[in-house]
């Protein structure tokens, strides 16, 4: 006797299974990506985000709305007192084109601004420092548009303040 094929239903019986099962990872995975959006950010991804860099037009030193919200942003985060032993270093720079002496006056301008900003919302002078370091420090090399709009920026650095080691009493 020949064999005999197997019936039609039979053979889909497993695909739909799988798509059942398939189905169902699907439904999870929404359910885990929903859930990843609604929690809070952790503090190392709410620190880069706050302190991506400070973007500038060519030959200028102004701040957009929004990032003018970074910075209102970040000197509230730095205002909680779990942050007070954090202090904040910004750093001025600027593209290829122009005079040394040009540039290191332009990035004092950018840092200046920044910190201006920063403490217009109540953030202390003291816990601000900040520095030029004109087109000696550029972030990306070449001459493209893309490059030197990248290396006209304030770089937001957040640096621990240490106490003195105590001497010990005896």
């Known amino acids: 006797e020949p064999p005999v094929a197997p019936k039609p239903e039979s053979a889909l019986a497993p695909v739909e299974q799988e798509q059942t099962d398939q189905d169902t990872s699907e439904d999870e995975i929404t359910s885990l990506n929903t859930k990843v959006e609604d929690e809070p950010p952790t503090r190392e991804e709410l620190i ?6 400070i973007y500038f037009a060519l030959d200028d030193a102004s701040l957009s709305d929004q ?3 970074q910075l209102k942003q970040l000197a509230s985060f730095l205002l909680a007192p779990e942050n007070e032993r954090l202090n904040l270093r910004i750093e001025g720079h600027c593209d290829d084109r122009g005079t040394r002496e040009y540039n290191f006056a332009l990035g004092e301008r950018r840092a200046a601004v920044i910190s201006q900003h920063l403490r217009t919302s109540s953030l ?6 900040t520095i030029s370091y004109g087109k000696e420090r550029l972030a990306y090399s070449g001459i493209s548009e893309f490059a030197r709009a990248r290396n006209r920026r304030g770089e937001l650095i957040l640096k621990p303040v240490f106490e003195p080691a105590q001497q010990a009493q005896n």
């Open 48 to 53: 880069e985000k706050l302190t991506r860099p």
């Open 67 to 69: 990032q003018k919200e």
């Open 124 to 129: 202390p002078k003291d816990r601000l420092k």
